[in-house]
């Protein structure tokens, strides 16, 4: 399948699928983006642009029509159309997996079933059982919707001992669709780790990488982690039981909670390249979205050996002037190590995710330091993660081995 009139058709109008676009002309591959109704302006390196809500037959079968294989670059793509497009087209990956991925009760479910370790949840689907599962629970919680929310977005903190009164409230505001209530988490890091696995099951995982957020969005990703050795090959473990038990094909982002005792949990799960997997660009053998390629044409996985040690910085429309007038780019350019990338997207808003910096050096703190000299630029602030427990966790490690 692997030519240069093979079509890449994708399902999604964003920022990974324009990454993904790059990576497949450079390969020499063609590139058919259906946006569903997204016209931001990331999706415009395409060969093709369709611009059609996902409902429009015309476009389903202009779709079907250029395409060869089919793939998704975000993941709340109506699962009627996943199972249309999968009845003509290879579609990796699947849309059973996607499925899954795209409804927290689904997700959480499947990873209970496969005794994946997890923040204990409730199901939640009326108002007394929101107060039931509190209850049942027993502690502080955070109710989530089931589907179609992200960068916390659909997302209620609940008090355990939350009145009556709170518990309506919170459950109006989800506008009564199905939910999850979690336990809420003693959180000391969190982790992610890209995994990709090919048609003939060979699976291949990054190294983790530890995330810093900022009111619930990804703001930066550090590779590798400063978690110990044994926690970070433990999540990559976890990732590739995760890909097998979908049976993926396809790049998967696994996002893990680690707790104050220092245990893994999974948090959530990503069909799709991920944020916290952008600095594979700049700074691995082979990037996440030339491995997307690689898994859904049937070729050999590219090596994820990690070469310098990154920083990944999300650039948020917060820090555009006004909507249509970029940030002065100077200290990015002046800084050795930094590569910029921008998305196409505007007009730029606050919380949207405009593009990225990816900062490398021969060590991760010099990484830091690139990052944070950069941030005292206008570009505002960088902010130093808080990372004691990773470092108290990664020298108790040491001192259990010796070192």
């Known amino acids: 399948m692997f030519g240069p009139e093979t079509c890449i058709g994708v399902l999604g109008g964003g920022q990974l699928g324009r990454m993904l676009a790059v990576e497949a002309r450079r390969m020499g591959l063609r590139v058919l983006k259906w946006t569903g109704g997204d016209e931001s302006g990331a999706a415009r390196l395409a060969d093709v642009v369709l611009t059609d809500p996902f409902g429009s037959a015309s476009a389903l079968q202009r779709f079907l029509d ?169 999540a990559e473990q976890l990732a590739s039981r995760i890909a097998v038990a979908l049976d993926y094909v396809g790049v998967l982002g696994v996002e893990f909670f680690v707790d104050g005792h220092g245990e893994l949990l999974v948090n959530e799960l990503a069909p799709r390249p991920h944020n916290s997997g952008h600095h594979t660009i700049d700074a691995c053998e082979t990037s996440q979205f030339e491995q997307q390629l690689r898994c859904i044409l049937g070729l050999p996985l590219g090596s994820t050996k990690l070469i310098r040690p990154a920083v990944m910085w999300n650039l948020l429309g917060e820090l555009w002037p006004n909507a249509n007038t970029p940030p002065n780019w100077s200290p990015v350019f002046e800084t050795p190590g930094a590569k910029l990338h921008l998305y196409g997207k505007h007009p730029a808003k606050a919380g949207r995710k405009m593009g990225h910096v990816t900062f490398t050096a021969s060590t991760l703190d010099e990484a830091l330091a690139r990052a944070e000299a950069c941030s005292l630029s206008p570009l505002g602030p960088f902010g130093e993660p808080n990372c004691a427990v990773l470092d108290s966790m990664s020298r108790d490690s040491e001192r259990r081995q010796g070192l």
């Open 66 to 234: 250029l395409s060869d294989v089919a793939t998704v670059e975000f993941e709340n793509v109506p699962r009627e159309l996943l199972e249309t497009v999968e009845e003509h087209l290879p579609l990796m990956p699947s849309s059973k997996a996607v499925g899954i991925c795209q409804n927290r009760i689904r997700e959480k479910s499947f990873l209970a079933d496969h005794e994946l370790p997890t923040t204990p949840f409730r199901v939640v689907r009326t108002e007394a059982d929101l107060a039931l599962a509190l209850t049942e629970l027993g502690a502080d919680a955070i109710l989530k919707t089931a589907e179609a929310g992200y960068d916390g977005k659909g997302q209620r903190a609940l008090r355990a001992n939350a009145s009556e009164r709170e518990i309506a409230s919170a459950w109006t505001s989800m506008n009564g669709v199905p939910c999850v209530l979690e336990k809420k988490v003693d959180l000391a890091a969190e982790l992610s780790v890209i995994v990709a696995r090919s048609t003939d099951g060979t699976t291949a995982t990054y190294d983790a990488t530890e995330n810093v957020h900022r009111n619930h969005i990804l703001h930066m990703a550090f590779a590798p982690s400063r978690a110990p050795t044994a926690l970070a090959e433990k």
